[in-house]
């Protein structure tokens, strides 16, 4: 059984104690993407509108006189449209099939490669972008001195939230509705108590070291379907579904179908840009 599936079938006040600060670089749990690439990109994104005044800000956060190394790239959703406004990326990711995805649509530098080692020089590159990968890493400390080691300026990271709400909405007091927090209730435990292996930014972010530079987009909204939100969770698109046993994530789906089937959500989303100079990285 590959080392992930066995760590994420440890209960989760276990899995802490392995991969507390301090030790958490010498156990090394890869979340490769490798069996969700098809879906990946089928996955609701942020609404349009907020992507691309995203993208802007990025371009006056990330452009300057060297390369960008993204970093966790997966498919190319940043590194391919940054490509199109004529900053130089260059992708790595640990795992093949989102690699080959984001050939496919367009990009041009591509590496796999684990963010632990990296096969790059000193201070190779300017900046250094990350979306969505720092909470996958369970030795991100080594893996953020390893983007300090190649990176001469900062790492820039984007964080994305969202929030759904079933239409029609009654007023503004409901809860959330969380597809994927709902199917791991369903799941029951141990599932439910999955924990990602990294570390969450905004407890690097408000805990370790605070970044100087703050930038917060948002709130936008837009309506997605819930026939295609279960379809992701029936094609296990989200990496805490993975080591959900075949019977029990049938179960979780069919109970999901009822309370979601031909709804529609309201997704509200915004994003948070934060940066930490290498030196910072370094003091992690
Ligand atoms: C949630 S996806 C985000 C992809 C992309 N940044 C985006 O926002 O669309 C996380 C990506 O990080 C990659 N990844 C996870 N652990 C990694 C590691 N140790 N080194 C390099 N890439 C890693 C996964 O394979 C996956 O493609």
Known sequence: MPVLRIFLRLPAARRKRLVRPGHADRLVVDVSFDRCSEQFDKRPGLPPPLFEELLDRLVDQLGGNGPVLDLGAGTGRFAIPLQARGIRVVEVDISHAMLRRARMKGARDVCVANA??????????????????LHLVASWRGALHEVARVTRNRLVNVSESSRLYRLPRKDGSEEPYDPLGRYLEIAGPPWREYTH????????????????????????????????????????????????????????????????????FEQISEVEIVSWTSDELRSM
């Open 116 to 133: 632990m080692r990296l096969p790059f020089r000193d201070r190779t590159f300017e900046t250094t972008l990350t979306v969505s990968i």
């Open 197 to 264: 292996p990294g570390h969450h930014w905004v407890d690097l972010a408000e805990r370790i070291v605070p970044p100087k530079t703050r930038i917060t987009i948002g709130p936008r909204r837009q309506v997605v379907d819930g026939d295609w939100l279960l379809s992701l969770i029936e094609a296990r698109a989200y990496s805490p579904q993975w080591p959900v046993p075949d019977p029990v994530h049938a179960a979780a789906l069919e109970r999901l179908r009822i309370e979601m089937a031909i709804r529609q």
